[in-house]
RNA sequence: UCCGGAGUAGCUCAGUCGGUAGAGCAGCCGGCUGUUAACCGGCGGGUCGGGGGUUCGAGUCCCUCCUCCGGAGCCA
C-alpha cells in the first residue's frame, strides 16, 4: 500500500507511487482521457486518468465523480508543465470515501446572498482557503512578534461588569443574582493593570460591539490585539506599532505569496510597508482637509470620506495623532502641549482607514477620575482601574489592532466578511 | 437609525408601450486522448418575494409588508 501524502508533499515525491486523500473540485474529461482536480488544504492537485491505461470499473468510477467528493487517490508523481501546482498524479487507483450529491457553489458566479447562507460550504473554495491561510499568518505573526520582544499573553475577560467605553454598544445578559453583564468591547483595562505585574503585556481575542454598523469594515464580533506597555509615552507608543505592521506584512508576503497570488493581489504596494509611517497631528490634518474641499470643523471626528482623503496615494499607513479630547475615550493622557488634545494616534491604511487605534493612558489619579465623571460614567465600576494610578503609576501606553481589518488591509478584499470564517453582522447569525 | 438599490428557472441575469415566461451556466443524455470556469449537439426545468388594489388582462402600474445588498454615523 503507497505512502499516503499531502499534496504540498508530492513535489519531493516525484516518480514516486503515492496515496492522496482529498474533495474533488472539478472533473474534465476528453471522452478518453480524464482530469480530476483535487483539494486537500494543503494544496490542489490535478490527477489525469486514460481510458485505455486503467481498468473499466476506475474509469466507470471517474465518470461518475461529482463536486466534493471525497476520494483517496493512488498513482505516480509525475513532473509536468501543464498541470496547474508543476506536479500530477498519474492515476492507478480511484476510492470514493463519500459520495457528495449537488453541491450547491457551483464554479459559476453567485451572489453573496447566496453564499452567505451556505458560508459552510463556500469555505471550500479556492478563495476562501486562501484568505483563512493567510488570516493564519497574520494571527500566527501577531503572536510571533509579541513572543520575541517579551510581552506576556495575557487574557482578559469576555463577560465584564464595568463598562470600557460607550455604553450602548454592548451586547448585555443577565448574569447570575448580580444583575447585568456585558460582552467585552475591549480588553484595555484590564491589560493596562496586569501591565503593572509584567511590563510588557497583550491580550488577544474575540471583541463585541452592538453598534448597528452597516458597512464594509464592520463586524459585530471581531478579534483584536490589544498590546500596553509600561513606561512608554505616546510615541514609542506608534513606533512599536509601525515596527508591527511592517512585521506582519513582511512575515505574509515572505511565507504566503501563494495565496495572494489565488486572490490576485499584486504584492508589490505591500513591500513598500516599513517603518517609518507618515504622520500628522489631527490639527494639521484637519488644516490640509479644509484645503481640500471638505467641511471638517476642528473639534470633530475624521469621517470616512476624509480618511480616504488622506492616504489616497500613500505607500504605506499614516499616524494621525493627537485628537481633540471630546472625540476620544476618558483614558487617554491630555496632550501637555495642547491640552485641548489628547496623545494618540489613529493608523489608518491606504485604501481602508483605521486599523489601529492607540493612546498613552492617563496616569494621573485626579484628572482620571475628572474625566470618568465629565463623561457621565458610574464611577463607582472603576474603582480598581483608578487603583491603578494610587499605587505606583507609571506612564504607560497601549494600541488595539483589528485582525480582519488588517487582513482585508493586506489582501485587497472588498468586504471584511470574508476575512473570519464566521462573520456576526448586524443582519446575520447564521451559520 | 437614516439615505439609496434589488428580489423572475438550482445559480447569474434579461424581460420594450400592460397582451400566452426568456438567455447563459448548472443538471441529465450523446460526442471528443492534454483539459485549465474545457468544448460541441440535444432534453427537462417557473408560487415572477408575500398580501391587497386598478384593469377585459399585471413580472410590468398603485399601496403595504418582508428579505437582501450598498453607503453614512460609530469604531478595530
Not at 469555505?123 to 500566527?140: D, N, P, T
Request: one cysteine or more; proline letters at 5%; a negative charge.
Amino acid at each position: 500500500m503507497p505512502t499516503t501524502l499531502r499534496i504540498s508533499d508530492l513535489p519531493a515525491h516525484a516518480g514516486s507511487t503515492v496515496a492522496v486523500n482529498a474533495w474533488v473540485m472539478t472533473t474534465r474529461s476528453s471522452g478518453k482521457i480524464g482530469f480530476i482536480v483535487v483539494r486537500d488544504g494543503s494544496g490542489y492537485l490535478q490527477a489525469v486518468v486514460g481510458k485505455r491505461d486503467v481498468a473499466p470499473d476506475l474509469w466507470e468510477r471517474f465518470e461518475g465523480l461529482t463536486q466534493e467528493t471525497s476520494v483517496r487517490l493512488e498513482g505516480t508523481v509525475r513532473a509536468d508543465a501543464r498541470a496547474p501546482g508543476g506536479v500530477e498524479l498519474s492515476l492507478s487507483a480511484l476510492a470514493v470515501l463519500g459520495p457528495s450529491v449537488e453541491f450547491p457553489i457551483t464554479p459559476k458566479e453567485h451572489g453573496t446572498a447566496f453564499l452567505m447562507e451556505r458560508r459552510h460550504l463556500w469555505l471550500r473554495s479556492r478563495r476562501q482557503v486562501a484568505l483563512m491561510k493567510i488570516r493564519h499568518e497574520v494571527v500566527q505573526a501577531i503572536r510571533d512578534f509579541f513572543h520575541e520582544r517579551g510581552f506576556t499573553l495575557v487574557d482578559t475577560p469576555i463577560l465584564t461588569g464595568s463598562i470600557g467605553e460607550s455604553a450602548g454598544t454592548l451586547f448585555e445578559t443577565e448574569y447570575f443574582d448580580l444583575g447585568k453583564a456585558y460582552l467585552a468591547q475591549t480588553g484595555q483595562l484590564y491589560v493596562e493593570t496586569a501591565c503593572a505585574a509584567l511590563g510588557k503585556v497583550y491580550c488577544f481575542g474575540p471583541t463585541f460591539r452592538a453598534e448597528k454598523s452597516k458597512t464594509r469594515r464592520h463586524l459585530t464580533e471581531f478579534w483584536m490585539v490589544e498590546p500596553e506597555v509600561a513606561f512608554a509615552d505616546s510615541d514609542a507608543n506608534m513606533r512599536l506599532q509601525e515596527e508591527f505592521v511592517s512585521y506582519i506584512v513582511a512575515r505574509v508576503l515572505d511565507r504566503r505569496k501563494a495565496e495572494l497570488a489565488d486572490l490576485e493581489r499584486d504584492p508589490k504596494p505591500l513591500e513598500s510597508v516599513v517603518p517609518p509611517f507618515h504622520r500628522i497631528t489631527y490639527t494639521d490634518a484637519v488644516a490640509k482637509l479644509q484645503g481640500m474641499g471638505s467641511d471638517i470643523v476642528w473639534g470633530k471626528d475624521l469621517g470616512a470620506e476624509d480618511e480616504a482623503r488622506l492616504t489616497d496615494g500613500l505607500d504605506r499607513p499614516l499616524f494621525v495623532m493627537n485628537y481633540p479630547k471630546e472625540a476620544k475615550a476618558f483614558y487617554m493622557k491630555e496632550n501637555p502641549a495642547d491640552p485641548r488634545t489628547v496623545l494618540c494616534d489613529d493608523c489608518l491604511a491606504p485604501g481602508l482607514g483605521e486599523i489601529i487605534g492607540g493612546s498613552q493612558r492617563e496616569d494621573d489619579y485626579d484628572l482620571l477620575l475628572a474625566r470618568i465623571r465629565a463623561q457621565g460614567l458610574p464611577e463607582e465600576s472603576y474603582g480598581w482601574y483608578l487603583d491603578l494610578r494610587r499605587y505606583g503609576t507609571f506612564v504607560h501606553s497601549g494600541f488595539g489592532l483589528g485582525v480582519e481589518r488588517t487582513v482585508q488591509w493586506i489582501t485587497g478584499t472588498p468586504h471584511i466578511r470574508e476575512t473570519i470564517a464566521y462573520p456576526r453582522m448586524m443582519y446575520r447569525l447564521y451559520p
